[in-house]
Every structure is written in C-alpha cells, then in structure tokens.
Nanobody, 114 residues
Framework: VQLQASGGGLVQAGESLRLSCKAS????????MSWYRQAPGKQRELVAT???????NYIDSVEGRFTISRDNARRTVSLQMSSLKPEDTAVYYC?????????WGQGTLVTVSS
C-alpha cells in the first residue's frame, strides 16, 4: 500500500491550497479515505473523511472552508482548503484503514503566514 501526498506549500492567510493523495495497493473505490494533520507540538488530528459512497465529515474548525473529494478513476483523494488561517499550519497526512491497519502517506507541509 502506498499513499503519495502532494500539494503543500507556503501561503498567506485567506488564500487557498489543494492537497492530493494518490493511492495504490488498495481497493480504492470501496475504501474510506481521510486527511489528518499534525501541528508543531500537538497531536495528530482527523481533519476530514470521505466514505466510499461519497459521504463527508469534517472537524468543526474547517467546516465550510475545506472540501474533501475523491476520484475513483484516478485513485485520488483531494482536500481543497480555502480561507486558510495560520492555525491551519501543519503537516497533512493522507490516511486509509485497510486490512486491519492504518496506512499513512508521507505527509505534506502546509504553512499559512499571517
């Protein structure tokens, strides 16, 4: 299983950024996919999840600003982040639960300057 994340970078507050994660080695179309993030000195937290049927869930702090989506043909899950805030600064990880364990991408750094 491989999860290859991309799209991080340095942006100013209020700007947008799109993260992508390409999956291999899993039955992507039936797998729920998630994005987590870990800010410096903090625990990793779940940001958003999309189920195989396309249902989505978000943590309160990103509701209305972030959108998770999936493209089964491309085996890709994306996180569109808008109205970014400095507190969104973190390493973002793609995640799936497959064959009784969690799988993680390598992480992509998002830095939001004020």
């Amino acid at each position: 299983v491989q999860l290859q994340a991309s799209g991080g970078g340095l942006v100013q507050a209020g700007e947008s950024l799109r993260l992508s994660c390409k999956a291999s080695g899993i039955n992507f179309s039936i797998s729920a996919m998630s994005w987590y993030r870990q800010a410096p000195g903090k625990q990793r937290e779940l940001v958003a999840t999309i189920t195989s049927s396309g249902s989505t869930n978000y943590i309160d702090s990103v509701e209305g600003r972030f959108t998770i989506s999936r493209d089964n043909a491309r085996r890709t899950v994306s996180l569109q982040m808008s109205s970014l805030k400095p507190e969104d600064t973190a390493v973002y990880y793609c995640n799936t639960f497959y064959k009784l364990r969690d799988w993680w991408g390598q992480g992509t750094l998002v830095t939001v300057s004020s």
